[in-house]
T-cell receptor, first 112, second 116 residues
């Protein structure tokens, strides 16, 4: 079982819709979770991080964490074609001395 | 944040040769990492570059194959030794900031290596 798992997609949504990206993790001791966005041919860039159960909002983005279910999600409201990218979920595990482990990423396509 | 410069941005290499990738950061950073991203795949951590001491390698990566130097807090190099086509990948330098430390990473633009 991979430490961080994502559906590779692609996830296709129409412009203006809510895109929901999901991620599960296996290390119950993980405390910190991150969402990165990677445009094709570019490096990943940090979008959001979340440490506590519940929701964290930043503009059109909302990260959600449920530690009991070992589940992290990223919601993108009012999706735009410019949001089309691969979204990488990442976690810092409890036993790996702070190293960041990435999921395989979900490709999001926002269609005009 | 930080500005991270990597050189070369891309290269085509012959099997059996070695290539050194440079990473320069515009500010002093404690946490510096090297990742690999194989075609169509996610990021895999190769090692943590430690200033003044040997790098800490992840399972599956060894110093003889991927020697790393970190002479100061703004610079590091990764060498890919005795390359084979399986080493064709994007190699990314990253630095960590913030409360999350190692989680809030900033990446260089990457070095895309093709091994023939």
């Amino acid at each position: 079982q991979k430490e961080v798992e994502q559906n590779s997609g692609p996830l296709s949504v129409p412009e203006g819709a809510i895109a929901s990206l999901n991620c599960t993790y296996s290390d119950r001791g993980s405390q910190s979770f991150f969402w990165y966005r990677q445009y094709s041919g570019k490096s990943p860039e940090l979008i959001m991080f979340i440490y506590s159960n519940g929701d964290k909002e930043d503009g059109r983005f909302t990260a959600q964490l449920n530690k009991a279910s070992q589940y992290v999600s990223l919601l993108i409201r009012d999706s735009q074609p410019s949001d089309s990218a691969t979204y990488l979920c990442a976690a810092i595990g409890s036993s790996n001395t702070g190293k960041l482990i990435f999921g395989q990423g979900t490709t999001l396509q926002v269609k005009p | 944040s930080a500005v991270i410069s990597q050189k070369p941005s891309r290269d085509i290499c012959q099997r059996g040769t070695s290539l050194t990738i440079q990473c320069q950061v515009d500010s002093q950073v404690t946490m510096m990492f090297w990742y690999r991203q194989q075609p169509g795949q996610s990021l895999t951590l190769i090692a943590t570059a430690n200033q003044g001491s040997e790098a800490t390698y992840e399972s599956g990566f060894v110093i003889d194959k991927f020697p790393i130097s970190r002479p100061n807090l703004t610079f590091s190099t990764l060498t890919v030794s005795n390359m084979s086509p399986e080493d064709s990948s994007i190699y990314l330098c990253s630095v960590g900031f913030g409360q999350g430390g190692t989680g809030e990473l900033f990446f260089g633009e990457g070095s895309r290596l093709t091994v023939l």
